[in-house]
């Protein structure tokens, strides 16, 4: 073998073991994911402290133990997902900056409280000047205190509420909740003090946070276990960014996202604003590629409603494949009028 073919090899080879031996990149708290800009307004100018979604448990049967890295947008409802989702890394975003200080005020307190007992006591209006000293002492630079202090001080007497609200709903569903179970708060505490909570004012349609967190993501040699994405996806198409944004996520065939939506033209759970949806990750990617799907009402008219209840849907196939069950859907239904005729 000539001696420059030769060199060749052994360069190649060395190469190849350098990065072998690379080790991986960490995703912690302490990865700096770039923030989106400030939204020029809010929708209808209002902050989401809390959700109004009141059928998460239709939720539990697809994130249940789905551990990897868990991306979610709004407020209290990502603790509940990521403790059945046991989400190994948890990545908290919101393009509304008050929301983002909500969760800094969320992490002080289940740092401060050992069970799950003593994090819903400090949410209750007679623990606010201990909170507030908690803030004051923990929260960082004094404009970062001010912004906490002020996103708790408007939000505390909502967040008291609803999390009770969150123990009866799961409660009345027979299922585990953060908010009462130990192995489930110990999992979302543990996070915190593992330093494996990310947070960030991010927007899904913007051009730096979803796309950072795709590309450190790959890099740490993560997958995506549970990506939540609330009713966000009503307001705005699927435009080249968004589609972008969402095929940086090393999705597949494992992970899963979850969604609701209040739009018109499909079924919403009974008593409900919304209709909720899961979607494996393989499945999401093939319609990303789709252009013929320019919103998520124009995908979730494909997605079979589980009847369990009515208003729950999962959709596994891709476009062309749920296209055809949904006509022979139709076709069928057609037959059935015309034979009791």
Not at 190 to 201: A, D, P, T, Y
Not at 203 to 224: H, S, W
Not at 257 to 269: A, E, K, N, W
């Amino acid at each position: 073998m000539p001696a420059m073919r030769v060199l060749a090899l052994v360069v190649l080879l060395a190469s190849a073991v350098a990065v072998a031996s690379e080790p991986e990149l960490e995703l912690t708290g302490s990865t700096r994911l770039p923030s989106d800009p400030t939204p020029a307004e809010l929708v209808r100018d209002t902050h989401y402290w809390i959700s109004n979604e009141d059928h998460l448990g239709l939720f539990h049967d697809a994130v249940k133990d789905k551990r990897g890295v868990y991306l979610g947008v709004g407020s209290d409802q990502n603790y509940l997902l990521a403790a059945w989702a046991r989400a190994e890394v948890l990545v908290l975003m919101d393009f509304d900056q008050s929301i983002v200080d909500l969760h800094r005020v969320y992490r002080l307190m289940f740092l401060a409280a050992e069970t799950p007992e003593e994090f819903l006591r400090l949410w209750r209006r007679e623990s606010r000047a201990e909170v507030r000293r908690l803030i004051q002492e923990k929260g960082g630079t004094r404009f970062e205190r001010a912004q906490l202090l002020r996103a708790y001080g408007t939000a505390r007497w909502a967040v008291e509420r609803r999390l009770k609200r969150v123990v009866e709903q799961m409660k009345k569903a027979s299922l585990p909740c953060f908010l009462v179970d130990a192995d489930d708060y110990a999992h979302i505490r543990g996070l915190h003090e593992g330093n494996r909570v990310l947070v960030v004012r991010g927007d899904l349609t913007a051009e730096r946070t979803v796309a950072a967190l795709g590309r450190v993501t790959k890099q740490a040699g993560r997958k995506m276990g549970v990506v939540y994405l609330s009713n966000a996806e009503q307001y705005f198409p699927y435009d080249a960014n968004y589609r972008s944004n969402m095929r940086a996520l090393p999705l597949d065939e494992h992970s899963v996202v979850v969604r609701t939506s209040g739009q018109r033209g499909i079924t919403h759970v009974k008593g409900s604003y919304y209709h909720y949806n899961t979607q494996s990750g393989s499945s999401f990617r093939a319609w990303l590629e789709d252009r013929k799907t320019r919103d998520v009402r124009m995908m979730l008219r494909y997605a079979p409603d589980t009847g369990q209840p009515r208003g729950l849907s999962r959709l596994d196939m891709g476009p062309g494949e749920a296209r055809e069950a949904w006509k022979q859907k139709l076709l069928e239904k057609r037959m059935r009028r015309v034979a009791r005729q």
